[in-house]
Antibody, heavy 119, light 106 residues
Framework: QITLKESGPTLVKPTQTLTLTCTFS??????????VGWIRQPPGKALEWLAL???????RYNPSLKSRLTITKDTSKNQVVLTMTNMDLVDTATYYC???????????WGQGTLVTVSS | DIQMTQSPSTLSASLGDRVTITCRAS??????LAWYQQKPGKAPKLLIY???SLESGVPSRFSGSGSGTEFTLTISSLQPDDFATYYC????????FGQGTKVEIK
């Protein structure tokens, strides 16, 4: 059974760096054809894809946010970490991590974590 | 960047109705399209991948079609559990989501 859970601060100040951790079980990020991605959703708005890391450590970023994002994995801990620099009020959103597999796409999602940016 | 445009933004329908949602891509994405269902306060749920493949466990009343730039999600007979917001997602180049279609009770 695949499960994912996001963790991190619920409140950050403008200009600060956000660090979110996705802790997962039921799969290994060392297995071929597997990845973990991050997606966010501002309150009442649509989903926005952020980043994806593959089993071979290849990484993809949303071009609009690439300069602010870093995604890394710790295979031994079954964790993926996303950092986003220079947080702004408009970055207030629920942040989700999701399991990706080459046969489908993002198929299993975490419950999400709400991050509020406020001074 | 590939833009995804869904229509309509809101859809009012009754139980048993046949419902169709359209998603258009700003350039060809072949069949690299997924459909998700999202309920308030919950994570999205994958319904369809590769434009027309039904995810395991998803009821057969859901179906997807299309290729290139135009795609549709069809619910053949709307059930109470289907009132939700639906998103399309392209995964040909990076990923982009549509703006969502809210299916409401008429």
């Amino acid at each position: 059974q695949i499960t994912l859970k996001e963790s991190g601060p619920t409140l950050v100040k403008p200009t600060q760096t956000l660090t979110l951790t996705c802790t997962f079980s039921g799969f290994s990020l060392s297995t071929g054809g597997v990845g973990v991605g991050w997606i966010r959703q501002p309150p009442g708005k649509a989903l926005e894809w952020l980043a994806l890391i593959y089993w071979d450590d290849d990484k993809r970023y949303n071009p609009s946010l690439k300069s602010r994002l870093t995604i890394t994995k710790d295979t031994s801990k079954n964790q993926v970490v996303l950092t986003m620099t220079n947080m702004d009020l408009v970055d207030t959103a629920t942040y989700y991590c999701a399991h990706w597999n080459a046969m489908t796409t993002e198929d299993y999602w975490g419950q999400g974590t709400l991050v509020t940016v406020s001074s | 960047d590939i833009q995804m445009t869904q229509s309509p933004s809101t859809l009012s329908a009754s139980l048993g109705d046949r419902v169709t949602i359209t998603c258009r891509a700003s350039q060809s994405i072949n069949s690299w399209l997924a459909w998700y269902q999202q309920k308030p306060g919950k994570a999205p749920k994958l319904l369809i991948y590769k434009a027309s493949s039904l995810e395991s466990g998803v009821p057969s009343r859901f179906s997807g079609s299309g290729s290139g730039t135009e795609f549709t999600l069809t619910i053949s007979s709307l059930q109470p559990d289907d009132f939700a917001t639906y998103y399309c997602q392209q995964y040909d180049t990076y990923r982009t989501f549509g703006q969502g279609t809210k299916v409401e009770i008429k």
